[in-house]
């Protein structure tokens, strides 16, 4: 499987970076390495002095897609879950400087930790979500305020990916990104449910 996510899906994210509103989805892709299961702790790596939290709604995929319509989209996932994209933002300031890609900042070993998942049927259209860190809400995200919905990403993608059964999909994450240092305990949730809470080490 592979783990496709999009960048700058959220405006007040991409300006708070400094980016501009992109007028097509921006995708990048982790490793299946990447992922983290079952609330295990994250730790920091060495590499980087400013490991940043995004936390984003994920879908996984439950059927084939290639070349998909907009209006089909919705055909090819059926649950939906919270996921870390672990970004080390220093390293990726720097690759953006140069022009070159950003994997190495955000497709490291651990950089995606995943919770459970939820069937789409069981929630509203528009999905609230946020992070805490220690105990403080730190993210507050709608996926009303997506600049791209889940169908136009699925069917922006599967242009240039075939999606397969049991792909991941990080739909990007809205603002308030910041630092994670050891000691942190990261909790995110999907409407008013805890779905995975983990620490930082
Ligand atoms: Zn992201």
Same mark, same amino acid.
């Given at each position: 499987?592979k783990?496709l ?13 400094g980016?501009?509103?992109?007028k ?14 079952k ?28 070349? #998909?319509? =907009? ?8 649950? &939906? %879950?919270?996921? @870390? ?24 070993d ?6 459970k998942?939820?069937q ?7 999905i ?14 709608n996926?009303?305020?997506?600049l791209?919905?889940?169908?136009? #990403?699925? =069917? ?7 999606l397969? &059964? %049991?792909?991941? @999909? ?17 909790t995110?949730?999907i ?11």
């Amino acid at each position: 499987m592979k783990i496709l996510c999009i960048g700058r899906n959220y405006v007040k994210h991409a300006k708070e970076l400094g980016n501009e509103v992109p007028k097509v989805p921006v995708f990048f892709m982790k490793p299946d390495s990447a992922l983290l299961h079952k609330n295990q702790a994250f730790y920091i790596p060495d590499f980087s002095n400013n490991l940043q939290y995004e936390a984003e709604i994920v879908l996984k995929i439950c059927r084939p897609a290639k070349h #998909i319509e =907009a209006k089909f989209a919705h055909r090819c996932y059926n649950e &939906i %879950g919270i996921g @870390i994209d672990f970004t080390a933002r220093d390293v990726q300031k720097l690759q953006k400087e140069k022009g070159l890609p950003w994997e190495i900042a955000k497709a490291f070993d651990n950089s995606a930790p995943l919770s459970k998942f939820l069937q789409k049927t069981d929630l509203p259209k528009h999905i609230s979500f946020s992070l805490q860190k220690n105990g403080a809400t730190v993210q507050q995200g709608n996926t009303a305020d997506m600049l791209f919905s889940f169908d136009e #990403i699925i =069917a922006y993608l599967s242009q240039f990916v075939t999606l397969k &059964i %049991g792909d991941l @999909i990080f739909t990007g994450t809205p603002a308030g990104v910041g630092q994670v240092n050891p000691g942190d305990r990261l909790t995110a949730y999907i409407e008013e449910q805890e779905m995975m809470n983990f620490q930082i080490k």
